[in-house]
């Protein structure tokens, strides 16, 4: 989850192997939380196993309520879809909310809300220790009496629970909490959301891959399999897919750095899955390790065709900002035990890429699809909603630089 907080990070000197190699650093930033027990269950911040059981209570006299989807002007005069939330709070300190699936919450957490509100308390905490900063710095995550209407980024179909959570001035879970259940419903998708379905070769003439792109929820999600599958990487990504996202106000369609989740892997123990990208320049390769920001965007050309080009990125750094474009990005593990971040595949292609409209697909050639995602504590704390910012930027607070 990004930070309204600007904080540097100097670049972290590094030892890369090729294929079956690791890059290391040490951790800092979204990574390491507090263990939650590995495996699928994630690395978020806790269910209070190092404090007493925390005791809830709905409180009678504050709300939280789902007021509706609207138009946002952003910066650019661009025009977005976003999510108004008002609420009624009372209290001295401050309340943080969260926005979770009634089944997600039931199978990541037995609907357990003590333990919800004490994890993503304990994350806040965390991420504010390892940005040198106070927890109640996070403009875009942590409110006070005093906030007016909430404006959040779009949320996709379903139905939904959203928590006002109080924290004390310690930012720990007091228990007071109030909750409003509400449904989104699917949208019927646009023109310009469709022309983007289907199959496309995406290359550089030296390197590419087959994608399949399938809807995920209209007019605003994407399904993407294909990435890192095919003779030209060693391994082989099959069981796993990318979200893009429908930006309406240009009608292109964005891949973002993602959490994937989080698994127990033979060799290395509990690892996070990641899709990361990566920048280049005269000291070599640099992954950019924030989550949630853009990476590269498919744009309409002459003849049907489209070009999946770089995104614009700023890294800030001791030593100033930085800005340059992405140079390829791939999906990483990234250790538990030893902090190491390491590729699945050496080689993936430079970036823009040209693509060309397919007719087979991943089903026509006998593939099995991807696996399908179970929600977990880890999952459900990176999947929550950013506050409504405006125009799309890619501002980087962390990096890995490989030597």
């Not at 025009?79 to 909310?97: A, C, L, M, N």
């Not at 007019?219 to 095919?230: A, K, Q, S, T, V």
């Amino acid at each position: 989850m990004m930070k309204n907080v600007i904080k540097t990070f100097a670049l972290a000197a590094i030892a890369a192997l090729a294929l079956t190699g690791c890059i290391k650093h040490e951790p800092y930033g979204h990574r390491p939380y507090p263990d939650d027990g590995g495996g699928n269950g994630g690395h978020g911040g806790g269910g209070g196993n190092n404090q007493e059981q925390l005791i809830v209570r709905e409180h009678a006299e504050w709300a939280i309520q789902y007021v509706g989807r609207e138009d946002y002007v952003n910066e650019y005069a661009e025009v977005e879809r976003v999510e108004r939330f008002s609420h009624k709070y009372s209290g001295t300190g401050y309340f943080i909310i969260r926005i979770v699936r009634p089944e997600d919450f039931k199978n990541a957490y037995n609907s357990d809300a003590a333990g919800f509100f004490t994890y993503e308390a304990e994350s806040l905490l965390t991420d504010a220790k390892n940005d040198g900063v106070n927890f109640w710095q996070y403009t875009d995550e942590v409110f006070d009496a005093k906030t007016p209407d909430i404006l959040f980024n779009r949320l996709r179909s379903g139905t939904w629970t959203a928590y006002l959570i109080e924290l004390d001035n310690t930012g720990k879970v007091t228990g007071n909490y109030a909750e409003t259940t509400f449904t989104l419903q699917q949208e019927t998708a646009s023109a310009a959301y469709n022309k983007w379905l289907g199959s496309w070769r995406v290359s550089n003439g030296l390197m590419g891959f087959d994608l399949d792109i399938s809807a995920l929820d209209n007019n605003f999600l994407y399904r993407i399999d294909g990435w890192e599958r095919g003779q030209a990487v060693a391994f082989q990504m099959d069981q796993e897919y990318l979200e893009g996202e429908f930006w309406a106000p240009n009608g292109f369609l964005y891949i973002r750095s993602q959490f994937l989740g989080t698994y127990d892997d033979d060799n290395l123990g509990t690892v996070d899955e990641l899709f990361m990208g990566n920048i280049f320049d005269s000291n070599g390769l640099t992954i950019i390790t924030d989550e949630g920001i853009d990476l590269a965007v498919m744009v309409p050309a002459d003849g049907g065709m489209a070009e999946l080009q770089p995104v614009e990125v700023t890294l800030k750094t001791d030593s100033g900002d930085y800005t340059t474009k992405f140079h390829s990005m791939q999906y990483y593990m990234w250790a538990h035990k030893t902090g190491e971040w390491h590729p699945y595949n050496a080689n993936v292609p430079q970036l823009p890429l040209t693509m060309t409209p397919l007719t087979r697909t991943r089903a026509d050639e006998g593939l099995a699809p991807a696996r399908e995602r179970v929600a977990t504590k880890a999952s459900i704390h990176h999947s929550q909603p950013k506050a409504a910012q405006g125009a799309r930027k890619s501002v980087a607070k962390k990096a890995v630089r490989m030597k």
